[in-house]
C-alpha cells in the first residue's frame, strides 16, 4: 500500500487489470465485514469502471444473502433508463448474484418529489457503511457532489438533491458525512482525463468545494497508469517493484 498525501494509492496497468484488483478488495471487504457483523453494508458507483469491477466481483463466491447494497448516488431517471446507475449495477452485478431483492436499496430517483425521496433514503441509510465505493470524474466531482455544490457543505442531511453539472442534472447523492462514517472507502479512477483531478486530489491543497474529490484523500484509491501519469513523480520510489505498481 501507498501513500499520496493522507490516502493510501496502489497503482494498476490498465483498466482492465484496475476491474480485477478492485473486485478482490470488494470480495475481501465484503467478506471481512459479514464475519465481523453478520451482513455488508455496501454502497456502489456508477459509470465504466466500476462496471468492470462488478462484472468481476459477480463471480466470487460470497454470502450474498448477507449482504444490502446502497447507491452513492442516482440520476432522476427511472430504473431501466440507461443512464441509472442501478442499472448499470443490477445488469453487471445484481442479476448475476443471488442477492434477495430486498437487500438492494436503490435511489428512487424517478420520483417527482426528488426532496422527499432523498430525505426517504436517508432514513433508510445505515449510520456506516461497510464499504463505500466511489469514482471521480475529470473535474474531481464525486458520487454527485460537483464542484461548487452547496450540498459539499452539507453536515445535517445525509442524502439531498441536487443538480449536477454534467446530463442528467437533476440527481440523488450522499453528503460528506456519509464518506467520513464509511468503514472502508475505495475509490476508483481509470484513463488519462483523470489525472489532474488525481493530483490535485490527492496532492495539493485544495479546497473540496472546487475538488470534491479532496473528500476521498484517506481512502484507499486504485488508480490506473494514466490516471496516476500526474503523480508518478512523487510516487515513483515508492511504488516502483510493489506489486501492481510502476516499474
Known sequence: M?????????????????????????????AAAVAARGRCDLALAGGATPKRAYEALAAAPLPWRSVHVWF??????????EASNYRLARIALLDRVTIPPANVHRMRGEETDRDAAALAYERELPAAL????????????????????????????????????????????ITPPVVRAARE????????????????????????????ARLLRDGAWLLDRPAAAE????????MRGSRGGIA
Open 2 to 30: 501507498h501513500r499520496g498525501a493522507d490516502g493510501r494509492v496502489d497503482v494498476v496497468a490498465d483498466a482492465e487489470t484496475l476491474g480485477q484488483v478492485a473486485a478482490e478488495r470488494m470480495a475481501s471487504a465484503i
Open 130 to 173: 461497510d464499504l463505500l465505493l466511489l469514482g471521480m470524474g475529470q473535474d474531481g466531482h464525486t458520487a454527485s457532489l460537483f464542484p461548487g455544490s452547496d450540498a459539499l457543505r452539507e453536515e445535517r442531511r445525509r442524502v439531498v438533491a441536487v443538480v449536477g453539472q454534467k446530463p442528467p442534472p437533476h440527481r440523488l447523492t
Open 231 to 238: 503523480i508518478e513523480t512523487t510516487l515513483r520510489a515508492s
Open 185 to 212: 472507502l475505495l475509490v476508483l479512477a481509470a484513463g488519462a482525463d483523470k489525472a489532474a483531478a488525481a493530483r490535485r486530489a490527492l496532492q495539493e491543497e485544495v479546497d473540496p468545494i472546487d475538488c470534491p
Open 72 to 81: 452513492g448516488d442516482e440520476r432522476c431517471v427511472p430504473p431501466d433508463d
